[in-house]
Every structure is written in C-alpha cells, then in structure tokens.
C-alpha cells in the first residue's frame, strides 16, 4: 500500500504561480513512476505529467507543456508539481498517483491522493 497526500492547492489570478506537493508514505516511494492527474467540474479526469521512479523520464499534456514542471525528491518520498502562468480553464482538483510504470492512463494507477483544489481566477 501507499498513501499520498497532496498540498499547495488554492486561489490565484490568471498568470500566477503554485507549486503542488505529494506526500508518500508506505511501499518504497522510490519503487512508483508518479503522475499528476486534475479534473474540472463536469468533466473527466484527465492526464497532466508523469515522471518515471528515477526522475529521468518526464511527459506532459500538451495544455499544460512549457508551463508546468514535474519533479521529485526520493530522499523525502515527495513529488512536486510547478505550476507557471496559470490560466483560468487550469482550475480543477489536482491528484496525485503511483503506478509501477510511467503511464498516461489513470485507469493504469494503483494508489491515488485524496485531491487538492487549484483555483486560477480571471
């Protein structure tokens, strides 16, 4: 088992900046690829990055490349996600998730966090 907790979530205005943070704890954290997934009202969810166990291999979603950044720290078993230039269609709550494998499928993700909310005001 691993659990995830993510934080950093909250409101900003259109441009700004918010960093994202996932939490493991549990199964060797080092072990999952990690992925960062976000779903807006009435919508599915829907992939946003992905990094594989050692970092070297990361992947975005087309509206969100060039803007956000994913990253982790296995010494703190955590995963960050930098979020620049936000736009407003960014709001949705935002999961973490570990999954053996890098995936862009959230179907394919074992374990998931509870969600944090990303507001981008106009």
């Known amino acids: 088992q691993v659990q995830l907790v993510e934080s950093g979530g909250g409101l900003v205005q259109t441009g700004g900046s918010l960093r994202l943070s996932c939490v493991a704890s549990g199964r060797t954290f080092s072990s999952y690829a990690m992925g960062w997934f976000r779903q807006a009202p009435g919508k599915e969810r829907e992939f946003v990055a992905t990094i594989s166990w050692t970092g070297g291999r990361r992947n975005y979603a087309d509206s969100v490349k060039g803007r956000f950044t994913i990253s982790r720290d296995n010494a703190k078993n955590t995963m960050y996600l930098q979020m620049n230039s936000l736009k407003p269609e960014d709001t949705a709550v935002y999961y973490c998730?570990?999954?053996?494998?890098?995936?862009?499928?959230?179907?394919?993700?074992?374990?998931w966090g509870q969600g944090t909310q990303v507001t981008v005001s106009f």
């Open positions: 998730a570990a999954n053996p494998s890098v995936s862009y499928r959230s179907n394919d993700y074992d374990y």
